[in-house]
C-alpha cells in the first residue's frame, strides 16, 4: 500500500503547498438475537481514500472509492479545485505547518484474532445469554448483540509522512426488558452499547459474564416492584456506566474548540464556553481531573496519530478543576490560538477529518466504594444511562438511568426506579464532593458518538471512578 500511495502523489499533476492521502480499509461484523433467535447476521467491507490538497491557505477535500493511479489523480484534482475555489474566502490561513512530517506505526492489543471463531460459535453464544436472561415470563424481551471491526489505515503525505494504525474492536450487550401489567422496566449490561473496547475474542471470556446475565435479569424483575425515585435534592453517587455518558456531554461536546468556534451550531449547537476561559475557568471543584489519553490499552478510542497525523499524547483538559485545553486538531488550535490535542479524526474514508473526542477519563482520587458512601445519611445511587437531554450549549441537562439504590446511614438499601437526574454543568461539577480510587476506576465505550454535517458516527472511550456529587436535584417517573 505504501508504494501505490507515494507513487500517486509524485505523480500527482497539481501545484499544491501540502498533499495528503489517508487510505482505510475496514471490515465490520454485527450479530443480533432476540427472544434466542438470530434476527441479524452481518458482514461489511468498506475501502478508499480521502485526499488532502492544501493550497493558497486553504484545505480542500476529495474521496474515492478505488485506489488506481487514475482515481486518486481525478480525486486529487477536485480536492485542488475545491481549494482554491475556498482560498478567496478563508478565514484563516494554513500552511505545511499544520501539517508536519509524522512516521509511525499503531496496532491494538489482541490475543485471539477476530476470524478465530465462526458465526455460527458467534450465534450459539447469543442464543444462550438470551435463555440465560428469560428467568421468568415477566421477562417480555431478551436481546443480544456482538460487533466487531478491524480497521486499517495508511497516511502518507508529500512531507514524507508514513503513519500506519490496525485497530481492533469487539462490543457486547446484552438486556432484557420487563413488564407487569403497565409497568414496563429495561435492564441492560451497563447500559446501551457501553461495553466496546479495543482488542479480540478474549474480551468474550470473562469470568464473571454468566454471573452478570443472571444480575441483569433478576434486576430487570426487581425494577417492576421498586419504588419510584423520590423527588428531592440530595446526595447523588454515580456508577462508572453513567459516569459515561455524563463526561461524554457536559465535558467532551462542550469542549470540542471547533464547536466553541461556531462550526457546529447548524447541526448540534454551540458550547457554553468561551475561548478566554481556557486557563481561568474553574469548570468543578479541585477534585475534577480529566485527561484526553489515547495511549490507555484496550480503551474503545486508543491511537497513536489523528487522522492528519498528529501524534496523540496524554494531556490534561481540566486539572484540579480547572480548564486547561480544549479537544481541537492543529487547524482549530491556530485559528482560536488554544491549546488543543490530537483529535482530528475521521468516521471512514469518505469523511474529513474533524475535532473529535478520543478517550476522556476522569482520573481516580482516594476512596473505595463503601468509604465514598460511608458519610452519607440519605443519597441515592445510579447505574446505567437511559436517556439523555441537554441543551445547545451544552449548559442544561437532565439524565435518566435504568437502576437506583437509596443509600440510608451509609448503606445501600431498596432498589428505585426510574432514577433522573437535572442540573447546569458549572453547578453539577462543582459539587462533586469525593472521586473513587483505582479499585472502582472503570472504563467503557461507545461506537455512535455523532457530530458534523455530513453525519459522522465515530468511537469514543470515557473510564471513571464512582463519583460523588452533592444537593443535586433528582426525580423519578417513566
Not at 505547518?97 to 490475543?111: A, I, L, Q
Request: glycine share 8%; charged share 20%; net charge negative.
Amino acid at each position: 500500500m505504501w508504494k501505490e500511495l507515494t507513487t500517486a502523489i509524485s505523480h500527482f499533476n497539481i501545484s499544491a503547498d501540502w498533499i495528503g492521502i489517508r487510505a482505510v480499509k475496514e471490515t465490520a461484523r454485527n450479530h443480533y438475537v432476540r427472544d434466542g433467535l438470530p434476527k441479524s447476521n452481518g458482514k461489511s467491507l468498506t475501502m478508499g481514500a480521502m485526499i488532502e490538497v492544501m493550497v493558497n491557505g486553504s484545505i480542500g477535500y476529495a474521496a474515492t472509492n478505488s485506489l488506481t493511479l487514475s482515481s486518486l489523480q481525478n480525486a486529487a484534482e477536485i480536492a485542488y479545485k475545491q481549494a482554491i475555489a475556498a482560498s478567496e474566502f478563508w478565514i484563516y490561513p494554513f500552511n505545511e505547518t499544520h501539517r508536519p512530517k509524522v512516521v509511525g506505526e499503531y496496532n491494538s492489543p489482541f490475543f485471539e484474532p477476530l476470524n478465530s471463531i465462526s458465526p455460527g460459535e458467534i450465534n450459539d453464544l447469543l442464543i444462550r445469554i438470551c435463555h440465560h436472561l428469560k428467568i421468568n415470563d415477566k421477562i417480555v424481551q431478551t436481546t443480544a448483540h456482538i460487533n466487531s471491526s478491524e480497521k486499517e489505515t495508511w497516511f502518507v503525505s508529500s512531507n514524507s509522512s508514513e503513519v500506519y494504525q490496525k485497530i481492533i474492536t469487539l462490543g457486547t450487550h446484552f438486556g432484557v426488558i420487563a413488564q407487569d401489567g403497565a409497568i414496563v422496566q429495561q435492564r441492560s449490561n451497563n447500559g446501551m452499547y457501553a461495553n466496546f473496547y479495543q482488542g479480540g475474542w478474549e474480551l468474550l471470556k470473562q469470568d464473571n459474564l454468566w454471573q452478570r446475565v443472571q444480575e441483569v435479569a433478576e434486576q430487570g424483575l426487581e425494577l417492576l416492584t421498586a419504588e419510584d425515585c423520590p423527588n428531592t435534592r440530595t446526595n447523588l453517587v454515580l456508577a462508572p456506566d453513567q459516569m459515561m455518558l455524563q463526561i461524554h456531554e457536559s465535558v467532551g461536546h462542550p469542549l470540542e474548540i471547533d464547536r466553541i468556534l461556531g462550526d457546529e451550531r447548524n447541526y448540534a449547537g454551540g458550547s457554553f464556553i468561551k475561548p478566554e476561559d481556557f486557563g481561568k475557568l474553574e469548570y468543578g471543584s479541585p477534585l475534577m481531573n480529566i485527561t484526553f489519553d489515547p495511549s490507555v490499552e484496550g480503551e474503545f478510542a486508543s491511537y497513536g496519530f489523528d487522522d492528519t497525523g498528529a501524534k496523540a499524547t496524554r494531556e490534561y483538559i481540566i486539572k484540579e478543576g480547572i480548564l486547561q485545553r480544549g479537544l481541537g486538531s492543529l487547524e482549530s488550535q491556530s485559528r482560536s490560538g488554544l491549546p488543543g490535542v490530537a483529535c482530528a479524526r475521521a468516521s471512514s474514508w469518505n469523511r474529513p477529518p474533524i475535532d473529535r473526542m478520543a478517550n476522556l477519563n476522569l482520573e481516580p482520587g482516594n476512596a473505595n466504594f463503601s468509604e465514598l458512601i460511608a458519610d452519607i445519611e440519605h443519597g441515592i445511587y445510579m447505574e446505567s444511562n437511559r436517556s439523555w437531554s441537554i441543551d445547545d450549549r451544552r449548559h442544561k441537562f437532565q439524565f435518566g438511568c435504568e437502576y437506583a439504590k437509596l443509600i440510608e446511614n451509609g448503606q445501600l438499601t431498596k432498589t428505585l426506579r426510574n432514577p433522573n437526574y437535572r442540573a447546569t454543568t458549572p453547578e453539577f461539577w462543582h459539587s462533586l464532593i469525593q472521586v473513587g480510587n483505582d479499585s472502582n476506576w472503570q472504563m467503557y465505550g461507545t461506537p455512535f458518538c455523532g457530530k458534523g454535517e455530513p453525519n459522522q458516527a465515530i468511537c469514543v472511550g470515557h473510564g471513571s471512578p464512582v463519583c460523588l456529587f452533592a444537593n443535586v436535584e433528582v426525580f423519578g417517573g417513566g
